[in-house]
């Protein structure tokens, strides 16, 4: 089935065009939503995903606890719901909206905003999607930032999220 995204300006406004996902992952110029969820657990650590090798961008690469696109017609807040429950299995819950940024790589162009969420599991992974997920210690990913093991979008991210994960309620 066809994915159609909502075309969108610099501030994250529908400019009233939509475009395949074919043709936003191919051209840059193609602006169009995200939505990623750090789920961090009581400890304070991070869950990430490890992308699945069957992946068109970043295949085998750990990322954001969750992330994906807004479809044509969808609000970013319910396209978070439903990308945990289709990517972690997680039922229902309430994401704090933190920020919004533009993500431009040579493959694609998002404006993506980004939520926490309080969630120790458990989980289930959607195969087609995720090889792989587990909690990091903050530590941990640190110590792995620049090894080429997480996506070039993640380790973008990582100063901008980091402190609101340092401060994360318990």
Known sequence: MAEWFDLVDAEGNP??????R???HGNPDLLHQAVHVFVVNRAGDLFLQKRSMQKDIQPGKWDTSVGGH???GEKPADAVCRELREELGVPKGNPEFL???LWRS?????VIRSFRFRYDGPFELQAS??????FWSLTEIEAHIGKDIFTPNFEFEWPKIRPYLESAPS
């Open 70 to 72: 807004v479809d044509a």
């Open 129 to 134: 999607e995720l090889d792989d997920g587990k």
């Open 15 to 20: 400019t009233g065009e939509s475009a395949l």
């Open 106 to 110: 040579p493959v694609e162009s998002e």
């Open 99 to 101: 920020y919004q940024y």
């Open 22 to 24: 074919s043709e936003c």
